[in-house]
């Protein structure tokens, strides 16, 4: 049902919800931005619907809410070992279109995978999600092209029109709460972008053989292999594992599973002192075509979800939406080749 509340009812409501939930939200962070001065939005737990950024979208993505940069898995001592708790509430979420449409592909990655992350479904499992309407296309989103500008797996949503908070709540138990916080019943269609600026071209005939491309060549001196956009990614899921002794003898400690990048150095060292893909543009090509051919052939649908993060986060102002439209020229190029 669809319900219209000013501030105080909206409040109401979202006091109501934190008797249950811890609540996520994009939030701003005075000062806290990459430069001198400037603001940050990311992702935090508000005690206050006053703290939820319903307009700017967030620097980083909804996904440090199921999956902590770092995170402790167990604890180890000499004689015996111990898994750490659960989260102590269930959590709600706001989040956009996009970021909903992630939620499916890190599903996917962690749950449909073969058996599933019991970590990340332990936390998954009791999470709720708000879609916060989208009234105009973010700078740098490519989310029509994707087909991730709509969303209908919400629990509830919100737009902040004119002052009034317009929600579509499809819980009958928040319905309640709803009425009980004095919200008036009326038609509401969350906003949503039919329409960017930024649009992409994933050529039909993609295939690997783009991967022979002098295209990825000028990313061997252009990226600096920082990690950053995989890092803002929602769709992202790599970690690592660190083990963390207490004590010298390394009886002592505890086990982290840490957020990874395919673009740093590292990442594909192996036993016997390999590493693969060592050009930063190597990776660049690895991370392009797993997010627009191999999860696609994979799973049935595109992985990338357009919401341009990691266009925003480059320093070095490498545009992803670029590359994938240039990848035609890719395929143009090795069929010449051939």
Known sequence: MGYIADREQFSDFIDKLKEDYEIWAPKKFKGGG????????????????????????????WKEAVLPPSETLFYFAENHAGE?????????????????????????????????????????????????????????????????????????????????YRLDCKKEAWDELLKMAGAASADVVPQRVTENKVKVNIPEDLSYKVGMSSMWDQYDSRCINCGRCNLVCPTCTCFTMQDVFYDDNGKVGERRRVQASCMVDGYTDVAGGGSYRQKNGQRMRFKTLHKVLDFRERFGYQMCVGCGRCDDICPEYISFSNIINHLEDGMKEVRGND
Do not use: W
Not at 135 to 148: L, P
């Open 34 to 61: 990459r430069f001198s001065d400037t603001d940050a939005v990311r992702y935090a737990v508000i005690e206050s619907p006053d703290e939820i950024e319903l307009n700017e979208k967030s620097a980083y993505s």
């Open 84 to 164: 750490t708790e659960g989260p102590a509430k269930k959590k709600l979420v706001f989040l956009r279109s996009c970021d909903l449409a992630a939620v499916k592909r890190m599903d996917q990655i962690y749950m449909k995978n073969g058996d599933p992350d019991y970590y990340y479904e332990r936390r998954r499992k009791d999470m709720a999600f708000a879609l916060i309407g989208c009234s105009e296309s973010c700078e740098n989103g490519f989310c029509v092209s994707m087909q991730s500008n709509m969303a209908d797996n919400y629990d509830f949503s919100v737009d902040l029109v004119d002052g009034h």
